[in-house]
């Protein structure tokens, strides 16, 4: 049987040697954690994206973090844009891409050259996180993205889910008309590289168990042709009883703290040695879907 | 056009924020290695596995590092108890896991109740890693594993692909009857919880890009029904020209340092900002087939 064991405070630890497992698995925590602790994700941050093989995806708009980037791609959902676009790229253990056909022209109304949004001032809300990050000084949470900053500049990062806009060479931008999530472990080499926009929250895996590309870089060998997007739409662009709802976990409270320490401490029946730390990237903020 | 930039010497730094880029890219860099930079894989610690929609992977086990599990294994192949065997789970940004169904009797042969490989005494080969670790404090190389230490014990680590010996609660150890492999960002709270065995060399997509598990955990809905084994072997227990062939990057090498600086440390035309860092599971030694 599982026994209890009180918690102990969250050091802001380096090494973490001698924490306590968590008497409750992460899961047992969201579980349980009250209504309140949930944040409800405004309407016109998602976007729900219907495939040509009838599966969907959804995803979260990164509102304040790629402010030019994001104003293009709502502006590219309500034009159409993506409607011409297919999986053009899933190279394993790395990202699924999609985009239109070289040469398809731009709307006018969008910023051709968008600034890099790759990095910009720590914010005051940035929440620094208790365990270590191996690219950047601090990881940390803004509102609710995983981010990271060097004190001067804070970012988002490139975990799991995480969509970011595809570019050419520098010191090109991408305009937001082509889009990658990440799917495999993070690459967060390209933290500060690219600008980030966005997260997938729902249907993951309709982008993850694609069959990888056989080209260079998991490009497709025919482009633009197997899987198409049949209409992607921002839910505040739908009736309010279309919409799809989810909600996310609030930083501040302390369901989240307690999920936190559990996921760094892991405890009993399964687990015989908590590793008293966890990675930005493993701790990203629960999200879930409300009917 | 790609400038030509020195090498700035590696430095083992905490905080990397003054590195410069690599003037080739990783990929640059391997393909201008000598042979003499890479070491054969021995054909007794490489395992073929043909499941039933004609796909393949190849996986090399970690000899030295749980030579109980891995012994039971080889019986195990050996005796057929894989060709049982189908693949029972599929967890987004976790693990594919397969083994037979339950009840299956195993072999008389095999250790029935192996002892915890979980970790060991730090060899003196242990070769330290001159970037951060989140899990631990150093991360390193054992041979080409992807390895962590505390100075007293060390520990292969839960990487992309690599492959763990399946478990029930503690103080369960898993005979090695039961395996998975890791398909999403390494989930290294299961490092010294779990004997790690092996890990997968070749045809990762084929286990990847499978449809996720719609039940609790990614469990199928149907265990051992759709995605059979059809054999399973040993490299060696196949004749000399039937053999798979895979070389290992040597980590004693100029190409292995060129190599992990410039993973570090991208460069032009496509970076502008080197993160100066990487992680152990985006270093993993380059491994290649060699035809």
Redesign the interface.
């Known amino acids: 049987m599982r026994k209890k064991i009180k918690l102990i405070s969250i050091a802001f630890a380096i ?1 973490q ?1 001698a924490a306590a497992p968590s008497p409750k698995s992460p899961n047992d925590i969201l579980v349980e954690a009250p209504k309140s602790a949930w944040a409800q994700i405004k309407p016109d941050n998602i976007v729900i994206a219907k495939l040509s093989d009838e599966s969907e995806f959804i995803f979260e708009l990164a509102e304040n973090y790629a402010p030019v980037h994001i104003a293009n791609i709502k502006k590219l959902i309500r034009s159409g844009w993506f409607e011409k676009a297919s999986i053009v790229r ?1 190279q ?2 790395y990202v699924v891409q999609w985009g239109v056909p070289e040469g398809t022209k731009l709307p006018n109304d969008i910023v051709q050259k968008p600034p ?1 949004e ?1 990095e910009f001032n720590k914010p005051k809300n940035f929440k620094p996180f208790p ?5 950047a ?1 601090q990881a940390g949470y803004l509102n609710s993205w995983p981010a990271a900053t ?1 004190n001067k500049k804070a970012w988002l990062v490139h ?3 995480m969509i970011g806009v595809g570019r050419d ?3 090109d931008t991408g305009t937001g008309g082509e889009l990658y999530t990440v799917i ?6 390209l ?3 690219i600008t980030l926009a966005g997260r997938v929250i729902f249907g ?2 309709n982008l ?5 590309g056989t080209e260079t870089l998991g490009f497709y060998k025919e482009d633009y042709s197997k899987i198409g997007f049949k209409s992607v739409k921002l839910a505040s662009d739908l009736s309010e009883n279309e919409r799809p709802k989810f909600e996310v976990l609030k930083t501040n409270t302390k369901t989240f703290a307690s999920w936190l320490y559990a ?2 401490n ?1 405890g ?8 008293g ?3 930005i ?2 701790a990203q903020v629960p999200i879930r879907k409300v009917e």
Chains 1, 2 share one sequence.
């Open positions: 090494f040697t899933v394993d253990n890099a790759y365990y270590k990050d191996v690219y000084p060097d975990c799991y889910g060479m520098a010191p495999g472990h993070a690459p967060r080499h933290d500060r590289n993951m895996e993850t168990a694609r069959p990888r996921k760094a892991r009993a029946p399964f687990f015989i040695k908590p590793s730390a966890v990675d990237c493993n």
